[in-house]
């Protein structure tokens, strides 16, 4: 269905606008709405580097991904890493790739 709009700005003549509710409008629609109730739904894949080193090459100390017979992803590590040799203030990072194939990594501090 297809609408047109009418506004009046400060006595000015009426602007017209035609609003396009095409199927690829209202799925787009659709899809911002769910990344807004689950972004989850969008990750594919994602891992941990348990003790992340700034200029080092990331490690995959634990992962978890989606796969066409399993959609599923864990949202709780389950790796128990216990490689800390000591307390002390350490970085993780964890890295997400989204099922666009974007991937992104955020490094957080770990107090042992």
């Excluded at 769910?34 to 992340?52: E, V």
């Excluded at 000591?86 to 107090?111: H, L, M, N, Q, R």
């Amino acid at each position: 269905m297809n609408e047109l709009s009418g506004v009046i700005i400060g006595g000015s003549p009426i602007v017209v606008e035609y609003v396009s509710r095409s199927s690829r409008a209202r799925k787009l629609e659709a899809l911002r709405q769910r990344t807004l109730k689950s972004g989850f739904d969008f990750i594919d894949f994602w891992a941990i580097d348990f003790d992340y080193q700034d200029g080092q090459p990331f490690e995959h100390h634990w992962q978890d991904y989606r796969t066409r017979k399993d959609g599923s992803l864990k949202t709780i590590s389950d790796a128990g890493f216990k490689k800390y040799p000591k307390p002390a203030k350490y970085a993780a990072c964890v890295k997400v790739v989204d099922v666009f194939g974007y991937d992104t990594s955020i490094t957080v501090e770990v107090k042992v």
